[in-house]
């Protein structure tokens, strides 16, 4: 252990001590991480603690390992194998392009369920063809019927969901296994589009 030369930065007066810690931080989906043997440094005097660089980047990088992020290059391949620019995919993905040119260009981390998205799209180019088209939508108009969205409200409807004739009739497990109808809800001022079965 050694002190360090500068101030503290939170009470001014104090010094900074190198201690060596497993360093547990909170992950945004509820998890925690931890980073053993870590340097950081510590005010002798209020406890005020500080990362150096060199930690910082452990840290990214133990987040980065446990997360599988997708690095900033393979953001960059979906739009090369797409051959759709930035715009193009945060209008086909309905995310903010803001986001995905911070993703493109490494100064956001790509979440993790997003890095699994994009990677489930690039393995299967078919499933980003049938969600930049909005295929569900038809496939939602023959489940039931067209349903008029009101900016700001709410719709509701009950539909059955189809299954492919079977050619012949449905024995009692098939009845049982057959989904209920459905109340599917869609909020157009906030985007979301949630299904649950009855
Ligand atoms: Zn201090």
């Not at 050694?2 to 989906?29: K, M, T, W």
């Not at 392009?97 to 078919?126: C, D, I, N």
């Not at 409807?157 to 109808?181: C, D, L």
Request: aromatic letters at 8%.
């Amino acid at each position: 252990m050694s002190n360090h030369p500068e101030n503290c930065f939170a009470c001014g007066d104090g010094y900074y001590q190198e201690v060596i810690e497993d360093y547990r931080l909170d992950l945004p989906e509820g998890e925690t991480l931890s980073v053993p043997n870590l340097l950081i440094l510590r005010c002798k005097k209020c406890g005020e603690e500080t990362i150096p660089p060199e930690s910082s980047r452990r840290i990214e990088t133990a987040v980065d390992q446990h997360q599988d992020t997708l690095p900033a290059a393979a953001v960059r391949s979906f739009l090369e194998q797409f051959q759709i620019d930035q715009t193009e995919a945060a209008e086909a993905l309905g995310m903010g392009g803001k986001t995905l040119h911070r993703w493109a260009r490494g100064t956001q981390r790509v979440s993790r369920s997003m890095g699994y998205f994009l990677r489930a799209l690039m393995a299967h180019p078919v499933v980003y063809e049938w969600i930049r088209d909005r295929r569900w939508r038809r496939a939602e108009q023959i489940a039931n019927h067209t349903i008029a969205v009101q900016l700001g409200g709410f719709w509701e409807a009950s539909y059955q969901v189809r299954f492919p004739a079977s050619g012949g009739r449905m024995s009692g497990a098939q009845m049982a296994a057959t989904p209920k109808p459905a109340i599917r809800r869609f909020n157009a001022a906030r985007g979301l589009l949630t299904a649950t079965v009855q």
